[in-house]
């Protein structure tokens, strides 16, 4: 049989970054890929690529010159994976297809960051014309080349032809210590282990799960940037220094993805000055909206992620970078040298214990925001199985999403991870060091609203009468808003006449 009559499992559009290493993942797996992209050149380095990896091996992967040439190389019914810009581009991609003759009982994957919101609507408007299913995807470009963490949710029929083809491409998960097995490489035999891919739910809760994990990752950055910063400002530390430290915590408790590049990222030098490169990056902090997406959904659902707003927020204050130049010729802080009695030691140790409680606490705040949309969609949410495919292939994975895996496995109806008993022993032992670490920080003048934002958070939640009886008072004195008593049956309102309170209560409802 010739080869361009042989037909292919898969078709794939969008060669770029993330397309590119997931096609060559699906060729690596045995599956026969047609790609197209607008952009001929991407297609080429694909092939150019799959043809360096295998030699003289036939070819895994063909491109195609339309979508129309791309549907006719497929088997039927067709199935293609899209892989382009969230938003405009997703539909557009849609369309095309559709003029191409896609048929109802295809089944187009978008892989996209997209907004869950645009899964739903597209599952809907696309009814009738073609199965729209999605899968986030986590893992950067070595994890969709070489086993990317994958959320997939919608159509459950088109779930069965996907299924073993996530499983396949996924990162794998050693089942006995519940740690990421060592990647894939083309050539070599295909390891076993439990595959980061999950079905997640109905048409949009896979997206939902992914912008909540990026809501986590903003976090997280955020948490170990700020344990850099007191690292370098409070303690004189060279970025080297700083390297080195997160090495050592690498090995243990805060063992991650997050903690591993950065310390690589911090021991790296700048060709050019010879310079640490980190000193060389201006420190204005892109980004595209997953974390937006995740503080604005938190506020909507009235559930609070202040630490993931927090992270968003210090991404937009870094951009303000001439202001803050100004700024700080112009406004004072403390006098820093006559801030700390502790030793460099001391304030590590602090540091380390402040970042670990302050990542339960954003893990604690990410998992209760999908619970709270998971009861608000009517999503059947799998709390362990989602820490499951977070433990390997994504960008938060860690050594604690296997706690995490254990916490909800324990109890899947579990309130919040902080009520679990392992996280809230955990929290009890470190926190002291959490709260002098933020206290020396606030002390010396060096933000930390991420690191404080948590442990505001873990004081509120643990507090059992905070102060919104005086806030309820306020909202009725100026505007009537009413209240609840203490003393009365739950839902029954009252208002005062707050400038003749001498006068009966008035029972509202
Ligand atoms: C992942 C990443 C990925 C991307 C982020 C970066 O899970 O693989 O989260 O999705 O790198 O969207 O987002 P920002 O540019 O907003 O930091």
Redesign the pocket.
């Known amino acids: 049989m010739s080869e361009t009559s042989v037909l292919c499992d898969i078709g794939f559009v969008g060669a770029g970054v993330?397309g590119k290493n997931l096609i060559l993942n699906l060729a690596d797996h045995g599956y026969r890929v047609a790609a197209f992209d607008l952009d001929h050149k991407k297609l080429e380095a694909v092939i150019a690529q799959d043809k360096a990896e295998r030699g003289d091996k036939p070819a895994r992967v063909i491109c195609c010159s339309s979508y129309t040439e791309l549907l006719s190389r497929l088997s039927s019914p067709h199935l293609v994976i899209v892989s382009v810009p969230a938003g405009k581009p997703v539909d557009d991609v849609c369309l095309k297809l559709i003029d191409a003759g896609i048929q109802a009982d295809d089944i187009i994957v978008d892989t996209g960051?997209s907004l869950w919101t645009d899964t739903v609507r597209r599952e809907k408007h696309y009814e009738g014309k073609f199965i729209f299913f999605s899968t986030?995807?986590?893992?950067?470009e070595v994890?969709?080349r070489f086993g990317?963490?994958l959320m997939p949710s919608g159509d459950p029929y088109a779930w069965t032809r996907i299924e073993p083809i996530w499983r396949a491409i996924a990162a794998k998960v050693d089942p006995a210590t519940g740690r990421p097995l060592e990647r894939h490489e083309p050539g070599n035999p295909v390891i076993e282990g439990e595959p980061c891919a999950t079905y997640i739910g109905p048409g949009g809760s896979g997206h939902y799960v992914?912008m909540v994990?990026?809501g986590i990752?903003?976090a997280d950055?955020q948490l170990i940037c700020e344990v850099y910063q007191v690292m370098r400002d409070a303690l004189g530390m060279s970025a080297q220094q700083v390297s080195d430290v997160f090495k050592e915590w690498n090995q243990g408790i805060l063992n991650s993805y997050l903690m591993e590049i950065s310390a690589e990222v911090l021991a790296t030098k700048d060709s050019e000055t010879g310079l640490p490169l980190v000193d060389v990056i201006l420190d204005k902090?892109?980004?595209?909206?997953?974390?937006l997406w995740t503080a604005v959904s938190s506020l909507e659902l009235g559930c609070p992620a202040p630490t993931i707003s927090e992270a968003v927020f210090a991404?937009s204050m870094s951009t303000l970078k001439d202001q803050r130049v100004l700024a700080s010729t112009l406004l004072s802080g403390p006098v820093r040298e006559h801030c700390t009695n502790q030793t460099s030691e001391q304030m590590i140790k602090q540091l380390h214990d402040a970042l670990y409680c302050a990542k339960i606490c954003v893990y604690a705040q990410g998992f209760d925001l999908m619970k709270t949309a998971a009861a608000e969609h009517g999503w059947q949410l799998n709390f362990a199985e989602i820490a499951k495919i977070w433990r390997a292939g994504?960008?938060?994975r860690a050594v604690f999403l296997q706690s995490i895996t254990e916490a909800y496995e324990r109890n899947d109806d579990l309130q919040n991870l902080l009520l679990d008993p392992f996280f809230s022993k955990q929290i009890s032992v470190n926190q002291m060091n959490w709260r002098r670490a933020v206290a020396e920080a606030a002390m010396t003048g060096i933000p930390v609203s991420a690191l404080s934002s948590a442990l505001s958070y873990y004081d509120s939640y643990r507090t059992a009468v905070l102060p919104a009886n005086l806030l309820q008072g306020q909202r009725d004195y100026f505007g009537a808003h009413t209240f609840e008593r203490t003393d009365k049956a739950k839902g029954k309102t009252f208002h005062v006449d707050w400038s003749h309170n001498d006068r009966p209560m008035q029972k509202i409802k």
């Open positions: 993330m960051n986030a995807v986590s893992g950067g994890g969709a990317p963490s992914k994990h990026n990752e903003y950055m902090a892109g980004q595209k909206g997953t974390g991404r994504c960008i938060i």
